[in-house]
C-alpha cells in the first residue's frame, strides 16, 4: 500500500485544505469571541461596581460584603450581588449580538468613550477652578456679600452647598462641552497652571499680596493635568517604557507582551487603587467625597475633596483605556488589518 507510489488526489488534498482554513477560522473566531467577552465583562463589572459605590456611600445600602457573611444579607446586598452577574449577561450578550466587530473596533469603541470621559473632567476642572476662584476671591475680599447676597455668602461657606449648587452644575456644563468640542485642551490647561504660577510671583513680590487660594488652584489644576493625562497618553503611546528588549521585538511579539502587560500589570494595578480607594464608605477616595472635605487654610478653595476623587479618576480611566489596549494588543499578535496610526492624531 505504502509502495504504490500514488500521488494524492488533487481533491483530497483541496478538501483537507478546505477543512483545515475552516478549522482554523472557527478556532479564530472563539478566540477573538471570548477576548472580546473578557474585555466588555471587565467595563461592566466596573461599572457596576462604581453604582454599587455611589449607592453605599451616598444612599446607606450595604454593599456585598453581607452576602459572604452568615445571616446577614438582606434583599439590598443580594440586588447589589446580582448586578454583577447581570453585567456579565449583558456583556456576553452584546459580544453576541456584534460578532462581526473587530477586536479593533471594540477598542477603538471604548478609547472613544474613554477620551470623552476624560475631555468632560478637564473642562469640570477649569470651570470649577475657576468659578472657585472667584467666588473665595470675593469672599476673602469682603465682597461677596454686596454680590449674592448675606444668605448666599453663608450658604456658600459651607462645602455641602458649594459642592452641590454649584460644583456638580459646573460638572453637568462639562459634560455637554465635552460633547460639542473634540479637543482636550492639555495644553490650554497647562497654560493655565503657568499663568497662575506667575500671577502668584508677580501678586506676592510686586504687590505684596497672597491669598490661600491662589495656591489652591494651581495644585487643583496641576493633578488633573497628570492623573487625567495618564489614559490618554496611553492611548497615544507617550508613557515611558523601561526598553531593554522590546524595541527589536516583532510586531506580534510586541502584541503578546502589551496583551499580558495589561492584565497583569495595568489593570491589576487599576483595580488596586479602585479596591483600596472605593472599597468602603470609609475608603480613603470615598470618605472625602462624601463629606465633601475642604482644607484648613482658611479662605482657600472647596477643591480638596475632589482632589482625592482624581485619583479614583486616574485609576478608572486608565482601566478602562488598558481595557482598549488590551484588544488592540491581542489584534496586533494576531496581525489583523486596520492598526492605528499615531503620526496621523491631532496633539491636543
Do not use: C
Not at 194 to 220: C, H, N, P
Request: proline share 3%; charged share 15%.
Amino acid at each position: 500500500m505504502f509502495g504504490t507510489g500514488r500521488r494524492p488526489r488533487p481533491f483530497f488534498l483541496l478538501g483537507v485544505m478546505v477543512v483545515t482554513q475552516d478549522s482554523t477560522a472557527s478556532i479564530s473566531n472563539v478566540a477573538t469571541f471570548w477576548v472580546r467577552v473578557f474585555s466588555w465583562a471587565m467595563l461592566m463589572v466596573l461599572a457596576v461596581f462604581l453604582v454599587n459605590n455611589y449607592l453605599v456611600t451616598t444612599k446607606d445600602w450595604p454593599g456585598i460584603l453581607p452576602v459572604f457573611q452568615d445571616g446577614t444579607a438582606g434583599a439590598l446586598a443580594w440586588g447589589q450581588f446580582t448586578a454583577y452577574f447581570i453585567g456579565l449577561v449583558v456583556a456576553v450578550a452584546y459580544v453576541a449580538s456584534s460578532r462581526d466587530q473587530t477586536l479593533r473596533a471594540d477598542s477603538a469603541l471604548i478609547s472613544d468613550a474613554n477620551i470623552f470621559l476624560i475631555r468632560a473632567f478637564f473642562w469640570a476642572v477649569l470651570l470649577i477652578g475657576v468659578v472657585d476662584m472667584v467666588i473665595s476671591f470675593l469672599r476673602v475680599e469682603g465682597l461677596l456679600t454686596a454680590v449674592a447676597g448675606e444668605e448666599m455668602t453663608k450658604k456658600l461657606g459651607r462645602p455641602e452647598f458649594r459642592g452641590t449648587y454649584v460644583h456638580m452644575p459646573l460638572m453637568a456644563v462639562s459634560v455637554v462641552i465635552a460633547a460639542l468640542t473634540r479637543t482636550l485642551g492639555f495644553f490650554w490647561l497647562t497654560l493655565l497652571i503657568v499663568v497662575a504660577e506667575l500671577a502668584i510671583v508677580i501678586t506676592r513680590f510686586v504687590f505684596s499680596y497672597e491669598q490661600a487660594f491662589m495656591g489652591d488652584l494651581v495644585r487643583f489644576w496641576y493633578g488633573a493635568l497628570f492623573l487625567f493625562a495618564s489614559a490618554y497618553t496611553l492611548l497615544e503611546e507617550g508613557h515611558v517604557r523601561v526598553d531593554v528588549f522590546y524595541t527589536n521585538f516583532t510586531a506580534k511579539k510586541k502584541g503578546l507582551v502589551n496583551a499580558f502587560g495589561s492584565i497583569l500589570l495595568g489593570l491589576s494595578f487599576s483595580w488596586t487603587i479602585i479596591l483600596i480607594g472605593m472599597g468602603s464608605k470609609s475608603a480613603m477616595i470615598n470618605m472625602p467625597l462624601a463629606k465633601f472635605e475642604v482644607s484648613q487654610s482658611g479662605y482657600g478653595l472647596y477643591v480638596k475633596y475632589l482632589l482625592a476623587g482624581f485619583l479614583a479618576v486616574f485609576a478608572i480611566t486608565m482601566a478602562i483605556q488598558f481595557v482598549s489596549y488590551f484588544l488592540a494588543a491581542v489584534a496586533d499578535y494576531r496581525d489583523e488589518p486596520g492598526k492605528r496610526q499615531l503620526e496621523s492624531l491631532p496633539t491636543n
